[in-house]
């Protein structure tokens, strides 16, 4: 086991937390891999689970571990590796689910024959696999094939889709993708990852008013260090499509993101003087969802929703 990576800001945190969490977890989006080289070695749903200690103690903590989507897995032998590492992770923790890559020349059948084990539950594009130059700024079905919309109807699979674009929710190619394809495909479920990637909170002011119908859209609030953008979207589509999530091992950097300008920014060691008081993304993400629960007014049963109930629905029980 490596050493703890938390401080005393994170450890007096961490009480705080305790008082406010409710008995069981379920991480709508974390990340396992079989690549040695990534956030100190960081890989798998044990590793998660030490991190995690200090906030989790006893409870019960379930995860949907999304296989990290590095640039390597273009290569077949690497992808192959991830997916059989992912499969022998929810061999060893059968209470977790899974999600496996997804390309944007895939077929239905290059995706069902990555379908390797009953607990793979959901299918994962990442901007990096598309073929324009500025993978930041790709159209969604540049990253995300419609494939990938079929298997999800069929089978119930939900799909996470990291935006990307400056704009993120308020640029209308992505809004009017994910209007126009969560109608044409409405058994399928997407996933909106990190609150529709509202890092800058202006982007989902005004947006998501647009998906408030749209039932089979969801949202998960991983990375998610502030409370204007996760308020805004629970104001407007209300607990039961909106996810806790933590995005490990992202979640073991010190610092946070924060909306600024018409943009974000990673803050991290590098912004401040020594000492300054910084704690974990882990702490962070936590500390928000207490100060959305405060703001939002929820009661008991609806951080049980945002914590565990929402996901098992989702990930488990179709
Ligand atoms: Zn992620």
Redesign the pocket.
């Known amino acids: 086991m490596r050493e703890s990576i938390y401080n005393n800001h994170d450890i007096e945190a961490a009480k705080i937390i305790d008082d406010f969490l409710p008995d069981k977890l379920f991480d709508a989006?974390?990340?396992i891999t079989h690549l040695d080289s990534l956030y100190d070695g960081r890989k798998s749903f044990d590793d998660y689970y030490d991190d995690i200690k200090l906030f989790a103690k006893n409870r019960e903590v379930r995860c949907n571990g999304?296989v990290?989507?590095d640039d390597s897995l273009k290569i077949p032998a690497e992808l192959a590796k991830s997916h059989s590492f992912l499969v022998e992770e929810l061999n060893k923790h059968p209470q977790n689910v899974g999600e496996i890559i997804v390309f944007p020349s895939d077929t239905v059948c290059d995706i069902e024959a990555r379908l390797l084990h009953p607990n793979i539950k959901g299918l994962k594009c990442y901007c990096f696999y598309a073929e324009c130059e500025d993978k930041y700024e790709a159209t969604i079905d540049e990253y995300l094939p419609e494939s990938a919309w079929e298997v999800s109807g069929k089978r119930k699979m939900p799909i996470?889709l990291?935006l990307v674009k400056k704009e993120c929710l308020a640029h209308p190619d992505n809004l009017n993708y994910i209007i126009k394809m969560a109608k044409k495909y409405p058994d399928a479920v997407l996933i909106l990852?990190?609150a529709a990637r509202a890092f800058a909170t202006w982007t989902v002011f005004g947006t998501v008013d647009k998906l408030v119908d749209l039932e089979n859209v969801w949202f998960d609030f991983?990375?998610i260090c502030e409370t204007p953008a996760i308020l805004y979207i629970i104001k407007k589509v209300g607990v039961s499509r909106c996810m806790w999530g933590t995005?490990y091992p992202?979640a073991t950097i010190l610092g946070k993101p924060i909306s600024l300008g018409n943009t974000f920014a990673w803050l991290n060691e590098g912004n401040f003087p020594n000492g300054f008081p910084l704690r974990h993304i882990f702490t962070e993400e936590f500390m928000a969802m207490r100060e959305l629960s405060i703001l939002a007014d929820f009661d008991k049963s609806q951080i049980e929703d945002i914590f565990y109930n929402n996901a098992v629905k989702l990930f488990v029980c179709k």
């Open positions: 989006h974390m990340h999304i990290y989507p996470t990291h990852a990190h991983s990375a995005d992202v």
